[in-house]
């Protein structure tokens, strides 16, 4: 039996939930210009772990208290709405706020934010 495994945030732990496949690749972590990380910030993210539990987005790292977003949120605050470049790909993407940009910021040593890719994007990872 083949289990398959997604990942909900780009470069953080996988998730093996049925649900999982619906939120693949919908949260970056990107840097204070809009870039997906890389170098060690991106190697850091690999310590988070990552599950859904009833509607959230559980997330974990050593160290740091969990953090839970709501899994299905309607996107209709504009001002929270920017774009961010993954490699050649500009996308639309929904920022999810101080709290999230301070945890991550304690994971990877470096300014971040955490976004979520806006549901009538068009991006392919």
């Known amino acids: 039996m083949t289990i398959d495994v997604f990942y909900p945030v780009a470069g953080c732990g996988a998730c093996e939930h049925h649900l999982a496949s619906d939120y693949h690749y919908r949260w970056l972590v990107v840097d204070a210009s809009g870039c997906a990380l890389g170098g060690r910030a991106e190697l850091a993210l690999q310590s988070v772990s990552v599950e859904i539990r009833m509607g959230y987005l559980v997330l974990r790292a050593p160290g740091m208290l969990r953090m ?15 774009t961010v470049s993954v490699g050649a790909q500009k996308v639309d993407v929904v920022d999810e706020g101080d709290v999230a940009a301070v945890w991550f910021g304690h994971v990877t040593d470096t300014p971040c934010r955490l976004v979520k890719v806006h549901p009538d994007a068009d991006f392919r990872p």
Do not use: A, G
Not at 68 to 82: C, G
């Open 68 to 82: 839970d977003l709501p899994l299905d949120v309607i996107e209709d605050d504009d001002s929270v709405r920017r």
